[in-house]
């Protein structure tokens, strides 16, 4: 699962997946406090940046519908709480800072919808900061 790469990729080169992206993560030894996270083609869909996994999405195109949710590869997660990493930070379109500590992805429900098997955080779980101020998600609000 894991793959070891010694070429540093570029802090921009990083882009969305589907979800929280998929299984692979491997540790850049150029810079060994820096993890990038790969999906199952080897494009990079995430890094870890101070203890959070963190990637930039589309709600449009990454948040789930039904439910209202994001997903994570479970694998991902995995290799978070392996790292003693802090959680999951999503950038979206909009600017708006999406993070959910490891602690709530605990008893987080499975899915597979053709990007492997991924847990699903219910929006409501997130805080979401925007250019109002962090703030959560009341239980029935829908981020747009």
């Not at 406090?33 to 959070?52: A, C």
Request: net charge positive; proline share 3%.
């Amino acid at each position: 699962m894991q793959q070891l790469t010694t070429k540093a990729a570029p802090s921009n080169a990083w882009h969305a997946g589907r979800g929280c992206g998929q299984s692979k993560a491997s540790s850049n030894t150029a810079h060994s406090h820096s993890i990038t996270f790969r999906n199952h083609l080897g494009q990079v869909v995430g890094h870890l940046v101070d203890g959070w996994l963190t990637k930039r999405v589309d709600t449009r195109l990454h948040q789930l519908r039904v439910p209202p949710a994001w997903a994570c590869d479970v694998a991902h997660i995995e290799q978070l709480r392996q790292l003693g990493a802090r959680g999951v930070k999503l950038i979206d379109e909009r600017g708006r800072i999406w993070t959910a500590p490891l602690a709530r992805w605990r008893g987080a429900q499975t899915i597979d919808r053709k990007h492997g098997e991924q847990y699903v955080l219910m929006l409501s779980k997130w805080d979401v900061e925007d250019s109002m101020g962090p703030r959560q998600l009341k239980l029935f609000e829908v981020a747009r």
